[in-house]
């Protein structure tokens, strides 16, 4: 027995809607798209098709491992961010669209200053998929990049992106905690024009509470930002001066509901100066930028 595509879609759509998939019919179509290995206009232009026993079956597998909860991302493997499609295992996080407005005023610092510039020295802290250094990479001419992760794994995920998009010759990947491999070994002591960084941030207590497809399914090691989600920025606040050049900038995201509490840590650092809160598309606080004073 053969089914239409469309009435195949139709099933996938009430089976992910009964799971409690919050995008059923997009995340049907889009497992199809994956499965046949083609594009939406394709898909519109066949709904009337036939599917054979066989296929039908590997696709409803798809379906099947959607509506367990695991992320759509992780079983296509796939994630777009900054117009890329960027690699994605479950040994990264899922590159946030929230994140974008990191890249993007990176970008605009960057050509802001590009004739006192020069080549623009940035380290990328917990690079993990390479989404904020592999993008700049990607859209910036004159950058060289560090970008540094704890997990062997996620290093890998970034490495492949960056060869992927054929900006593995302006990124060095390092694997180590924070700025530990900046310190020793080949890498020696290095003072960056910026530095930038999406750690993670969520306070551990609120970890439980989030959605069952982030709780099951991202790394944890991704997300858990101690007690009160700001051990992170503590560290990095405390040690950026010294791998920063004078005046050199500091991006970190933040959680929506954090600006306060790292304007805080910053101003008390004493060290930086001109902060500044960019907010994301959905209007909440999401970036705070400042810079090394002297
Ligand atoms: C929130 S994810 C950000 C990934 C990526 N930058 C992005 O924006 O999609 C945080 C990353 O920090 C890494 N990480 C966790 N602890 C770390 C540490 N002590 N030093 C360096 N990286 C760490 C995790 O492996 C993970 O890849």
Partial sequence: MSLIIKDMVNMATKRLEASGCLTPKLDAEILLLYYMGTDRSFLFAHFGDSMDDKRCEAYFELVDERATGKPLQYITGRQEFMGISFFVSDSVLIPRQDTEALVEEVIKIANENHKTLGTLNILDLCCGSGAIGVSLAYYLTKVKLVATDISTKALSVAAKNAADYRVSGKIKFILGDLFAPLKTGAFGKRHFDMIVSNPPYIKSDVLPTLQREITEYEPLIALDGGKDGLDFYRKIVAEAPAHLKKHGWLLLEIGY??????????????????????????????????????
Avoid at 268 to 291: F, P, S
């Fill in 257 to 294: 509901d954090q600006a306060q509490d790292l304007c805080e840590l910053i101003t008390a650092d004493g060290r930086y100066g001109d902060v500044e809160i960019i907010k994301d598309l959905a209007g909440l606080d999401r970036i705070v930028k400042t810079r090394r004073k002297k």
